[in-house]
């Protein structure tokens, strides 16, 4: 199937333009307005932001207090996620010298696309009124909506500068549909827990990703190889997405917990992993480079891995030094991928993954599936008690009768859905992208800004013209690109 | 008038000299030692910040817990909204490539010196005690502060480069005070509803930057011509003020709104509305590339432009399509400004706007006025029961008999009221600064950092001599400027 | 003492390597090893964050919602504190040309560790239950571990660019520790207030890093100068970390304080005295250069003053003109330290400052910490109430009787601990760093993140071959640095 998809390929590369002229607008223009009209159709204010329903609530179900509108258990949380999606993943992905605007631009772009077919996917799946045919939304949704599309964000990261940003609205129109799909799966028929997402978001995310780069394989893309890679300040960049995902990782985990101990609980586990993981990816960055220097590419992102493995069992009781032990295995893990899995990965399986989402998402993801599926296979009544077995796990309605030890199951079943959704549709959506008419760049234009944006002239277009003892030197610099005329009179 | 104001800027200009060393530091003590002792006299904690008033305060209305303080409903927004300001417009106008440090640190002074003559400005007109002749502050004073402070930030964007830091702070005392009459009329005497800010803030300061600018009209800047562009960096740099304020605004317009159900639609409207400027900005700005290229300007942004459109509609109960179809709209007639109507203002109407305040704030500002007073015309008593209309459109006391029909009347004079405060007010303004004593930049000394800033020898203060083959080459290198002298022996 | 030091460190320094290949990880693995056995003895979640003792205490306490859970109180406040640890310090120090990396990097890696060997300090000195001998932690432990290590990260900012991450390791193992029990010393023995740790954390915090820094002394440092600066984006890096540091000190200062009206009159205050320090280090920097120019590290540096002089008299009753004149003050006194007291210090003290820590924690930490003691000794029952006094300054249990007046003397004594804390402790741990085994740079490396960091080859690796005119130009330029070889044929 490689070859012949190496043939189809190198068939279609010879056509290969970058004017997205016609298809980028058009595609905008055209969802954006099937995204009016089915909102239109289907959705609605949830009965704590619409004004005629909160009134009726309140009175109905004895509130004498505005605060206990879930608006304000949840909007902080909601904030600190919505900065990572297009900050934390924006910056994350500006590392690159020559295709910060890409990186941080069609972030914004699939992103802004994303949450609002994410609210209708999930609001089919979720909140549907069966009566009236609407979907209620309120701050909850917003957050899931952010959750759906950093999938998409994540499969980004596997493609950032060899696709255009056509392809990148049809990864994220068919990875929120997926998303939706393998979600309601996991955590309405396999009634799994997973608020932070492991399974849901970063396994699912990770494997779609690789699985569309690895159909999108380009065997020339060493042609691009001078820009395949950071500038000092590309890094600096980098490093605020790093951060703000780092910061904000406890709320992502715990904007959709229960509220109270939950919230509470799942924040602390995650601020805890992450610490450890921090020492562990510095530990192994230098352990790897014979003088001991750190590579800013490990500290970028594999000190983030303690938040993705903690996506599932932060809300358990998992306990501080639990929290810790996963934090410290996880950023070895994921360091040691970037230093030799990716490599490997490229040069044997074809698979060219630009951020090395394997080894942050893909890979963490899967084993906080699993660590997840443990820790809930071990919850005891000693622990949790009765009732909090119940609330943590939702054993109600009919899954009242289910066991700490089938959860555990379930949980670990959920995962392989995860991946199994991952791996089958990035590969039936890579065949999609591979049609030529989609606008990407050919092997030797990859990783350049220049190709969908007016890159500035840059700093010295200050007319920087000098004459000096029979030389005339012109320059015209720009900070990636230098050229020289010395004319010798 | 032009004609007159012309002869007098010639006559002026030939003094221009950007030395502030005297009138800066006199400006910013003195102003601020009046903020002392105005503050002194009339500033006190409100009752939820007294520790005294809290406690009689529990007492006396039963309130048996601290999180019904005031603070816990506002603090979350008000810092979201405090980030916009300081970070949000601060970083959106380090677009210039040697303009940055003017753009985010007189951002950082006039916000810093407006915010606190806000607190007494919008306190004499709102929260006077007519017993005391004490203003309360308390967290929702902050916000308005903030509020009340950034259409002097949205005027520096068309001014941007092109005056001295104490013409703005000229600009933000005079902007704070129009600012405070012009929402005491709009807000309490037509008794509109503006908690986003569409007409008081937006069209306000829109307005009133341009008109400044207009008065200001500078026949020669094409002489700087080559620092007004932006920088590949510079513009990563903005997109950190981009984002920040893309995020956070549905915090900007839920800050001060009702509690419960009024903050959580707000946010909810907001957040939808700006999903769909991204997608028409990028459909528009790449329609007018003939290669289909996007234009970092229009991204940075018209993405905005829902966030200011939803300003007035926000809190009401616009639906969520119409939020999407708000956002649709400003993002395209945004976009289509900055393509078409800015050139067209600097060259037949003598206006320069460095930012393109008139497409970002000006215009979806007015825009988001009418649209306020539509939506608000056609509120029902069956969508919103008769306690949500009175709540939502505070139709109580002297106002208790009005309809929506009159409350959309009332909001578009107050829209009108906004533009015409704007107007006349930023041409006194403008006249003012006219005055050469202010230390502005000469038409060729423009947009640089340099005017009134110690610019670093930056990065190749390392010295690079090098002898190579009978040259020698002392490069003295500089991110914007390079001087090469080669020397053949 | 100075002579022998600088003896030993002359036969030191021929030693010097900055190979930490070996020391770096095993230092990260043994300290992260210690923290999972200590985590797995001592630390257990809180009766808020235990799913089982949540339940069994809402039950207790007749807690109707769980809004009322302290995560609703802290953790908007924890999550901006978050902020200005990792975003905040860390890229305050991002403003060295070349030691971007460092500045962000390691202020992220002793950040993540200190905060939990700060958990388990903390949890001994305050939280140890007696019969279990277990640490209970919640959301307001994070809070205290992030106040905790900021003395550690503002010791760094002296040492920024001279020391290795290693000794960097020491310096926030020994830094912890000594806070933990300078903590307890003045808020538990001597019973103070300082919820935003003027004296425990900025004066504590500048002592230790000035000792420290002081003790490290080098010579012949000069002969890094030409790294010992700014550029121009680099600057701007450094303005992300001013600004969310600056905005989110009120956050800091109320993070701990009092529930209710105690929040929020201590981040009202501190956003006052915030806003008054930025006009006057604007009006002395602009005073002191002959143009009246103005300087990046007043800026940067200076405007963040007020934060650290309110940081125990926010959450009192020191008026908002009160707090408009710390801010004054602190202002000028700081930018004034930038301008004549760090050159000082440097030449006759043999003391190099590389952020100008004596400027913006050490001596306005002082300050606040006075300031605080008057301020206490003034509170009056007329202002505050009988039960407001007890409550802010928790005259409760042995306590009781305590007076304002003597509440200031204890303040004041306070603030002396703080100080001997500092310079005692930093002196001891600044000999320990002395031997020649941690990897530090030498005298001519500082500065450079070459020395720790794999650096990318930069912007222009776009291999720019160019002939013309029988010249031969090749060119590897980086950012900051610039080779040139110009060969005639």
């Known amino acids: 199937m490689g070859n012949f998809l190496e043939c189809m390929g190198s068939f279609f590369c010879r056509q290969k333009n970058t004017n997205i002229r016609i298809t980028l607008p058009f595609v905008c223009f055209l969802w954006q307005i099937a995204m009016i009209v089915l909102f239109g159709i289907f959705i609605r204010y949830d009965e704590e932001s619409d004004v005629r329903q909160w009134l009726e609530l309140k009175e109905r179900n004895n509130i004498t207090s505005d605060i206990e509108n879930d608006f304000y258990f949840r909007y902080p949380s909601f904030q600190d996620v919505h900065v990572m999606i297009f900050v934390g993943f924006g910056f994350l992905m500006t590392f690159l010298k020559r295709y910060s605007f890409g990186g941080v631009g069609f972030n914004f772009l699939i992103a802004a696309f994303g949450v609002q077919w994410a609210l209708l996917m999930q609001g089919w799946f979720h909140a549907l009124d069966p009566v009236t045919a609407k979907i209620s939304i309120g701050v909850e949704s917003l957050i899931n909506a952010d959750f759906c599309v950093a999938s998409s964000l994540i499969a980004y990261g596997a493609l950032l500068g060899k696709v255009s940003p056509v392809q990148m609205m049809i990864v994220t129109l068919f990875g929120v549909t997926l998303f939706a799909v393998e979600e309601y799966i996991i955590l309405n028929l396999l009634h799994c827990r997973d608020a932070g997402g492991s399974m849901t978001i970063h396994t699912f995310g990770g494997y779609y990703g690789l699985a569309i780069s690895w159909v999108l394989y380009r065997p020339n893309l060493h042609q691009s190889k001078r820009l395949n890679g950071s500038a000092y300040h590309s890094d600096v960049f980098a490093m605020i997405g790093t951060l703000f995902l780092w910061m904000y990782w406890p709320s992502f985990n715990s904007a959709i917990t229960d509220h109270g101990s939950g919230q509470h609980r799942t924040a602390i586990n995650t601020y805890i992993a992450l610490t450890s993981s921090v020492l562990t990816t510095v530990a192994i960055s230098s352990m790897s480079d014979k003088r001991g220097k750190l590579d800013m590419v490990h500290i970028q992102n594999a000190t983030l891995a303690g938040g993705v493995a903690m996506g599932t069992s932060a809300e358990f009781m998992i306990t501080p030094y639990g929290s810790l032990i996963v934090g410290f295995c996880v950023g070895i893990i994921s360091t040691v991928g970037y230093l030799f899995v990716t490599p490997f990965l490229e040069k044997y399986l074809k698979l060219q993954d630009t951020c090395g989402i394997h080894n942050l998402h893909a890979v963490p993801g899967m084993l906080g599936g699993f660590i997840g599926a443990i820790v809930a296979a071990f919850a005891s009544e000693e622990v949790y008690s009765r009732q909090g077995l119940i609330e943590t796990f939702d054993f109600e309605g009919e899954f009242a009768d289910r066991t700490p030890g089938t959860q555990g199951g379930f949980q670990a079943a959920g ?53 000096y003892n029979n030389h005339m030197i012109h320059k015209h610099q720009d900070i990636s690109e230098s050229n020289f005329s010395v004319e010798q009179s």
Do not use: H, Q
């Not at 549709?425 to 990859?446: K, S």
């Not at 220049?450 to 200050?462: F, G, K, L, N």
């Open 415 to 467: 995962t392989c859905v995860a991946i199994a959704f991952g791996l089958v549709g990035g590969a039936a959506v890579g065949l999609i992208l591979r049609l030529p008419i989609w606008g990407d760049p050919a092997d030797d234009n990859c990783y350049d800004d220049e190709a969908y944006w007016e890159v500035p002239e840059d700093e010295d277009s200050i007319p920087p013209v000098l004459e």
